[in-house]
T-cell receptor, first 106, second 111 residues
Framework: GIQVEQSPPDLILQEGANSTLRCNFSDSVNNLQWFHQNPWGQLINLFYIPSGTKQNGRLSATTVATERYSLLYISSSQTTDSGVYFC????????FGKGNQVVVIP | DAGITQSPRHKVTETGTPVTLRCHQTENHRYMYWYRQDPGHGLRLIHYSYGVKDTDKGEVSDGYSVSRSKTEDFLLTLESATSSQTSVYFCAAGDRPPGYTFGSGTRLTVV
């Protein structure tokens, strides 16, 4: 099946810092989504982004489908950004990477 | 998330008993998924459905079965629960596009 790799696995940020999370995938996909799992365990849909660039407040995402990667940008990070960020790709079925664990320190 | 309800939210059961978890959606989505989440393993696919009565296995399907007799309901059954099935179970529903939404999860403990 398709392989999804996320980097870095762990990230500690000072509040106010910017960061970039990366998702590489091994094959062509029909769908790509970014999710945020908050410290209470809820999985929140951030972006549906099979290609192109989208922005939502301090978060933005870019997917370059031809090169098989996606990037999630967090700008001016806040403590509420802490949690795990998952990239999920769909090529027949929805497969997840192992996630980026992000901790934002006040 | 709005439109996807998992029940029960928490359950403790004994080894060897059958257990059924329910995922209910109100958005008429075609696709529904069951995942389990364990420390160090991320989200692993158990089974998924691409329509009523159409289901397929995921990477960790042993010991689990599913049924989808109506668009809105996707049931996950542990045929004979084991301690290795202690986990948090998530259901997702959606279409291509606009993507998928997750339920709040079911925390299952097998003692």
């Amino acid at each position: 099946g398709i392989q999804v790799e996320q980097s870095p696995p762990d990230l500690i940020l000072q509040e106010g810092a910017n960061s970039t999370l990366r998702c590489n995938f091994s094959d062509s996909v029909n769908n790509l989504q970014w999710f945020h799992q908050n410290p209470w365990g809820q999985l929140i849909n951030l972006f549906y982004i099979p290609s192109g660039t989208k922005q939502n407040g301090r978060l933005s995402a870019t997917t370059v489908a031809t090169e098989r990667y996606s990037l999630l940008y967090i700008s001016s990070s806040q403590t509420t950004d802490s949690g795990v960020y998952f990239c999920a790709v769909e090529a027949g079925r929805l497969a997840f990477g192992k996630g980026n664990q992000v901790v934002v320190i006040p | 998330d709005a439109g996807i309800t998992q029940s029960p939210r928490h359950k403790v059961t004994e080894t060897g008993t059958p257990v059924t978890l329910r995922c209910h959606q109100t958005e008429n989505h075609r696709y529904m998924y069951w995942y389990r989440q364990d420390p160090g393993h991320g989200l692993r696919l158990i089974h998924y459905s691409y329509g009523v009565k159409d289901t397929d296995k995921g990477e960790v399907s042993d010991g689990y079965s599913v049924s989808r007799s109506k668009t809105e309901d996707f049931l996950l059954t542990l045929e004979s629960a084991t301690s290795s099935q202690t986990s948090v179970y998530f259901c997702a529903a959606g279409d291509r596009p606009p993507g998928y939404t997750f339920g709040s999860g079911t925390r299952l403990t097998v003692v």
